[in-house]
């Protein structure tokens, strides 16, 4: 069969060219039409609901609002876990499902479930359902700010101007504006005069609602014509609202003007946002799911620059984000990567073939390759990112092998006189079988990733279809067209030829080269006489393994420096906004006073993320210089020290924002959760304060928050239902005044031009600005008499509410924390093995580790499966290709010892073992078998020549040292770019790397004397 396959390369050379070069150009062409991000897209299994509903209290948000959703949306096929936050009037519901499920159409049944009971619903709800990708967050921020203009000016710009521009942009899915107050016309009612008039304050709301409508009345025939009338009060000025008519009093109109002023006002809404200092409102440019980041990033920064020319001077439009930044240098960092690493390959076979034609020949295989990997890319609409070209970075030196092997066995038969035609022929018919297996076994090892769900696959499974591709490419160019390009660059021998192989093996070493063949004879002769030794030393090595893997500390990313950084904060529960922002300005003269810092933006009653946010609560975005001499991790630690110092009464935390990322699609935000339950809600809500006064006590554990979150003081008003019937008075009469004289009742909504400008009754701020006030407060019930509201009803405070946790319908509290210069493994070994001891846990109480740390050990679970899975898969196809067990034994034996050198590597350049340097280990299995297959192929053929087993095994040996060597070498400096962190990107698989050098370095020494030997004492005992 490789006979007649010879024969058809050799036949069909210029076909094989016009194909490879076709696929080459192909690959050239959409290396420019793929969009560019920085992970792979993913479909998070995951849906979150948002709900408004006023501000209702807590206890009845959950009883009207939380608990029917929930109820409604657990019988939704695939759902693993429900978990919801209740505040006042806000609901956040995570439906949580497997990771096979199909997202959208989840999605829909999940709104349909909503949709039938929403007439059950409180009819005030307001819902935000979404499924989740890396897009839901935004990649690009900018700032408005004036030194002049209110905050309700700068909203009307945002939205009305600025925000429909960028939806022009291909690739724009959102803009999302927070900060600001949307105007409004406020009616300010005097209460004297309202109420020397008899009127309920509703009345008011009532007179403008119901004047101010457009309603038609039907068609109307004439003069030819089909007219539509209508019947209209729009009210289109101020001057009009103010001469709305709220009420006849002996026959006289009252108008809004006899009792009220009408200003110009905002929204009233409790947040703070401020950008460098300043109030702004900001808009967060979101990115359709499979836009190209850096385009639309682009397209957006040119909008702005256009923008900027016609605004007034005194309005500034900065950027306070921009993840297209760490999007460009993380896939130039890889690029680089890829460029040093393929350089080096090349030098490396410079150095052991000593001649630019077959180094020509076998090192176009990796441009190839890429290239054919890049259309499969296309066809599998995916992406240039981190993972994507993290495995073309990863497979450089890998894709490489079969052609060293191909073109080395060409140069030999060269040696010995054949033409370069015959010696290409040769090279195929002798090496094909061994090239299929050796290229298939590290598909294998990928292969099971394809099938697994999690973190893990969103990150590693792009990565592994891409090497997978690249490996197809190599192996389908080195049988395919190394032979035919050999076949026309390649001289035949001038001189003598050799006729012994083995001297034509040697023909072209060089010194170093022959001293190490030397040194290798011996050591093979003597390791085969020595087996028992050599198999000790085997289980040492092995032992030694499992000593470096408990050793090496855990994590689950690996850290990266994304030049920007988020500062989480609450402040004491109850804290007014002005005192909160008092406190923050505090932080932002830190920041200010921080060289590194280049800008920064500041929420206060908002979140970046799709999460309820209480007044005491917000973030800040964080944006670091380029050129900066201290890293990010040091920054964060000097800003942590200086606030806790300064301001001790606010909580912080310093998430990384891809950390933070991940972690908020995954509801995993922080890498240490404990989460407590229990029947009894005190119980719970004490064991909690219990642990974040104990957590400190860990080394390393810092940013501790108890996520049982005081939302603070609540004001009551106990209407005394007899007292207020005699008045004539009910209680929703009174719940609708006091909505009226604090926030004010919105009445209706006047058109103007393209705009709608809200019309909102209330009471002017002296009147409202205590409960002493508003007790004293003379109130005018329906049948028109005035009595004060400390009359009808009377003050109740509570000191404190609490949001609620819920877990599958179940109450709970949670403890969160970060960790400072320490492993996540081991600080949660510790929490796990010391929290039980220390603290006293009631009768009833069940303790769960979550965060990423519940991610990491799933990911590592999914990842030790894979490992075995391709183990077993390799195993058998050796079997298929050997058929006999003592050859898969002896390689895969060797392939596992291999871990020593992933472990020692890891060890040493003390990098945490995380999804990255596990997934390396993981690699050097796919890679390192390769050189016991071809060591034990050639042991096969010389047995086949009629050699005993330990000369057959000698000579084999003898006969691959070179091309093990130059693979193993290839595959280590094309990897060591990204080893050495070249690049931010870099940073991402720098733990791989290293995992994988450590890996085949060892290997070189596993596979030439461990397999060997290892199947010298199988085959000495029948195997």
């Known amino acids: 069969m490789t006979r007649s396959l010879a024969g058809f390369v050799e036949a069909h050379g210029r076909a094989m060219l016009l194909i490879v070069l076709s696929f080459a150009v192909a690959g050239v062409f959409f290396a420019f039409q793929l969009p560019v991000a920085i992970f792979p897209q993913t479909d998070f299994p995951r849906i979150v609901i948002l709900v408004d509903n006023g501000i209702a209290p807590v206890d009845v948000q959950m009883l009207t609002v939380t608990r029917p959703i929930e109820e409604a949306v657990r019988i939704v096929p695939g759902i693993s876990t429900i978990r919801s936050t209740t505040a006042r009037g806000s609901t956040e519901i995570s439906v949580f499902f497997r990771w096979d499920v199909d997202i959208l159409n989840a999605l829909h049944l999940v709104q349909g479930r909503i949709a039938q009971i929403t007439p059950s619903l409180p009819p005030g709800c307001r819902f935000y359902i979404n499924r989740l990708t890396f897009s839901v967050f935004p990649m690009l921020g900018y700032s408005i700010t004036s030194p002049s203009r ?128 300043r109030p702004a409102v900001l808009i967060n440019v979101l990115q359709q799911p499979d836009g190209n980041a850096v385009e639309i990033a682009d397209a957006v920064k040119r909008e702005f620059a256009s923008i900027r020319k016609t605004l007034p001077p005194d309005i500034l439009v900065n950027t306070f984000y921009d993840q297209s930044l760490l999007v460009r240098d993380s896939i130039s960092g890889v690029v680089e990567s890829i460029l040093i690493g393929l350089a080096l390959s090349v030098a490396v076979l410079v150095g052991f073939l000593k001649s630019w034609r077959t180094t020509l020949v076998a090192s176009i295989v990796i441009p190839i390759a890429v290239l054919i990997a890049i259309v499969c890319m296309r066809l599998f609409h995916m992406s240039f990112n981190l993972m994507t070209l993290g495995g073309l970075a990863a497979c450089i030196g890998v894709v490489i092998d079969d052609a060293i092997v191909m073109v080395e066995n060409i140069i030999v038969h060269l040696s010995m006189g054949l033409t370069p035609a015959a010696a290409a022929r040769s090279a195929i018919e002798e090496l094909t079988p061994a090239l299929i297996g050796s290229t298939l076994t590290p598909i294998m090892v990928f292969l099971p990733l394809v099938f697994l769900g999690g973190i893990t696959a969103v990150f590693f499974r792009a990565l592994a279809m891409t090497m997978v591709t690249a490996l197809l490419a190599s192996l389908f160019i080195a049988i395919f067209f190394t032979p035919v390009l050999a076949t026309w660059l390649l001289k035949k021998r001038e001189g003598e030829a050799v006729a012994d192989q083995e001297q034509a093996e040697q023909a072209g070493e060089g010194r170093w080269l022959r001293w190490l063949t030397v040194r290798y004879e011996a050591s093979l002769h003597w390791a085969l006489e020595h087996g028992g030794i050599v198999m000790l030393a085997a289980v040492v090595i092995l032992a030694s393994t499992v000593g470096l893997y408990y050793q090496l500390g855990s994590g689950f990313l690996p850290e990266m420096d994304e030049g920007a950084f988020v500062l989480d904060y609450i402040t004491p529960p109850g804290t007014s906004l002005q005192e909160s922002d008092r406190m923050l300005l505090h932080i932002e003269k830190f920041l200010r006073e921080t060289p590194e810092v280049e800008s920064y933006s500041r929420r206060t009653g908002a979140r970046l993320a799709l999460a309820i946010a209480e007044p005491n609560t917000g973030d800040f975005l964080i944006r670091l210089k380029r050129d900066r001499k201290r890293s990010l991790e040091e920054v964060t630690s000097e800003l942590r020290r200086k606030i806790t110092t300064a301001e001790p009464a606010i909580e912080v935390e310093f998430p990384h924002i891809l950390e933070d990322l991940v972690g908020d699609l995954a509801w995993s935000p922080q890498p240490i959760e404990i989460k407590i339950h229990h029947d009894d809600d005190k119980v719970y809500k004490d064991i909690a304060k219990r642990v974040e006064e104990w957590l400190p006590k860990v080394k390393g554990v810092v940013d501790i928050v108890n996520r049982t979150v005081p939302i603070g003081p609540a004001v009551n008003f106990r209407v005394d239902l007899e007292k207020a019937q005699r008045a004539g008075f009910k209680v929703q009469d009174v719940a609708d005044l006091e909505e009226a004289i604090l926030d004010g009742a919105l009445a209706s909504n006047m058109i103007r031009g393209d705009r709608l400008i809200g019309i909102r009754v209330r009471y002017p701020l002296k009147d409202r600005s205590s409960t002493e006030k508003l007790e004293a407060l003379l109130l005018t019930s329906p049948t028109g008499q005035t009595v004060p509201l400390s009359s009808i009803a009377h003050i109740e405070t509570e000191e404190a509410t609490y949001e609620i946790l819920r877990e599958n319908l179940r109450n709970l509290s949670a403890v969160t924390a970060r960790l400072e210069g320490r492993d996540l493994g081991s600080a949660m070994d510790e929490i796990q093995r010391r929290l039980p001891k220390e603290i006293a846990l009631p009768a009833g109480t069940d303790i769960e580790y979550g965060g990423l740390y519940k991610i990491q050990q799933e990911s590592f679970l999914g990842l030790s499966q894979v490992l075995l899975a391709s183990i077993l898969l390799i195993f058998i196809i050796l079997v298929f290709e050997f058929r006999s067990f003592s050859h898969p034994i002896a390689i895969l034996a060797a392939t596992i010892l291999c871990g020593f050198g992933a472990m020692l590597a890891l060890f040493v350049t003390k990098t945490t073992l995380n999804i990255s340097s596990f997934m390396g280990a993981i690699m050097v299995v796919g890679i390192v078998h390769k050189n016991g297959i071809l060591m034990l192929d050639a042991e096969q053929e010389f047995t086949a020549r009629g050699f005993i087993l330990k000369d057959a095994i000698f000579h084999a040996g003898r006969r691959r040292l070179r091309p093990i060597l130059m693979t193993a070498l290839a595959t280590i400096f094309g990897m060591l770019p990204l080893a050495l962190g070249v690049g931010s990107g870099a940073q991402m698989l720098q733990p791989l790397a290293i995992a994988v050098i450590g890996g085949v370095t060892v290997s070189m020494v596993l596979s030439l004397l461990v397999t060997p030997v290892l199947f010298y004492q199988l085959r000495g005992r029948g195997l």
């Open 150 to 277: 209110s905050q309700s000016e700068l909203w009307d710009l945002a939205y009305y101007n600025l925000a429909p521009r960028l939806y022009n942009l291909p690739g724009v899915a959102e803009t999302r504006i927070v900060g600001g107050r949307p105007p409004e016309y406020h009616v300010l009612v005097d209460p004297q005069k309202l109420n020397s008039y008899n009127m309920p304050l509703t009345k008011v709301t009532e007179a403008i609602r119901s004047s101010n409508i457009i309603t038609a009345a039907g068609m109307l025939q004439e003069n030819y014509h089909l007219y539509l009338t209508t019947v209209t009060g729009l009210l289109r000025s101020k001057e009009q609202i103010e001469d709305t008519v709220v009420d006849m009093v002996r026959g006289t109109p009252v108008t809004v003007k006899n009792i009220a002023s009408v200003v110009l006002g905002e929204r009233p809404v409790y947040n703070i946002v401020t950008a460098d200092g």
